[in-house]
Nanobody
Framework: QVQLVESGGGLVQAGGSLRLSCVASGRTFSRYAMGWFRQAPGKEREFVAAMRWSGGLTRYADSVKGRFTISRDNAKNTLYLQMNSLKPEDTAVYYC???????????????????WGQGTQVTVSS
């Protein structure tokens, strides 16, 4: 059974940084794509970033390009999201997700991700 567990959220001032982690277990993820999504109060869950677990192509939402970086550590079975230059509008619950049958270029459509973590809260104060 796939399990995704996020951590690393918290309260940070605008301009600050946070690194989110997602520990993945229950499968061999080499063929999966992994993504980060976020949901702010009263808004739909939106795409943030994604990559294939095997490496290679990454994909970012325009709103985070140049500020966020997605990466993974194979040895630790952990996905990361490094978030720099944080803005108040980045405030949301951040979710890790897994796409078990991805195309070469990771997808941004949340409906294509089969597995989800429980989320971690990120709050950016102005």
């Amino acid at each position: 059974q796939v399990q995704l567990v996020e951590s690393g959220g918290g309260l940070v001032q605008a301009g600050g940084s946070l690194r989110l982690s997602c520990v993945a277990s229950g499968r061999t993820f080499s063929r999966y794509a992994m993504g980060w999504f976020r949901q702010a109060p009263g808004k739909e869950r939106e795409f943030v970033a994604a990559m294939r677990w095997s490496g290679g192509l990454t994909r970012y939402a325009d709103s985070v390009k140049g500020r966020f970086t997605i990466s993974r550590d194979n040895a630790k079975n952990t996905l990361y999201l490094q978030m720099n230059s944080l803005k108040p509008e980045d405030t949301a619950v951040y979710y890790c997700a897994a796409d078990e049958d991805p195309p070469i270029y990771p997808r941004a459509d949340r409906s294509t991700y089969e597995y989800w973590g429980q989320g971690t809260q990120v709050t950016v104060s102005s």
